[in-house]
């Protein structure tokens, strides 16, 4: 095997690992948001999107951080409307 090959060799290996840090990297992150998540905001809620009256999904039991971004993104999406209904946890 030439030098040229040895290294492209290498750095491939290099790459790969690098990649799955990285990827460690954002499980570990996003894990502790959600644990996080779990704990600090208690409150829940079942957010009904709906586009020209029909429903188009449904998403139970989010959190406050999540039900923000979704109003966030709602006009860039085409979500017309969304009917948010408080869950409470505490008794669930």
């Known amino acids: 095997m030439s030098k040229a090959g040895t290294f492209a ?27 996080a998540d779990m704990i600090i905001d208690k409150r829940r809620y079942d957010i009904e999107l709906l586009v020209g009256g029909a429903t188009i999904e449904t998403k139970k039991n989010q959190s406050g951080t999540q039900l923000g971004k979704i109003v966030r993104i709602m006009g860039e999406v085409g979500i017309e409307q969304a009917i948010i209904t408080d869950v409470n946890k505490e008794k669930s």
């Open 9 to 35: 060799t290498i750095a491939k290996g290099a790459s790969y690992l690098a990649f799955a840090l990285v990827q460690m990297v954002k499980l570990a992150a996003n894990g502790t948001r959600h644990a």
